[in-house]
Nanobody, 121 residues
Framework: VQLVESGGGLVQAGGSLRLSCAAS????????MGWFRQAPGKEREFVAS???????TYYARSVKGRFTLSRDFENTVYLRMDGLKPEDTAVYYC????????????????WGQGTQVTVSS
């Protein structure tokens, strides 16, 4: 399984970005995708996840109401980020897994390379 993120960049506070994660390869055994982020000097943290069936989304408290996950029919997941804040600055990673659980990193089997999001004040 290969995951490729895109859509990161520089945006002013209050602005929006949409990240994409395109998944390819044998995904029959995978059932959900998560997004994580890592800011400089900090540990990687859970941001949001979406499960395939039933289609359910979960969000970290820090992004709930501002970030929205969606998935198309071609195994691409989108993370729409509105109302961005400087504290959202981080490298964003998508990851994919099978089985129960949502936010623990060690549940996720495959990871993308990350995309930088920088929010200026």
């Amino acid at each position: 399984v290969q995951l490729v993120e895109s859509g990161g960049g520089l945006v002013q506070a209050g602005g929006s970005l949409r990240l994409s994660c395109a998944a390819s390869g044998p995904m029959d055994s995978m059932d959900s995708m998560g997004w994580f982020r890592q800011a400089p000097g900090k540990e990687r943290e859970f941001v949001a996840s979406i499960s395939w069936n039933p289609r359910t989304t979960y969000y970290a408290r820090s992004v709930k109401g501002r970030f929205t996950l969606s998935r198309d029919f071609e195994n691409t997941v989108y993370l729409r980020m509105d109302g961005l804040k400087p504290e959202d600055t981080a490298v964003y990673y998508c990851a994919i897994k099978r089985g129960p659980g949502v936010s623990a990193e060690n549940l996720y089997t495959y990871w993308g390379q990350g995309t930088q999001v920088t929010v200026s004040s």
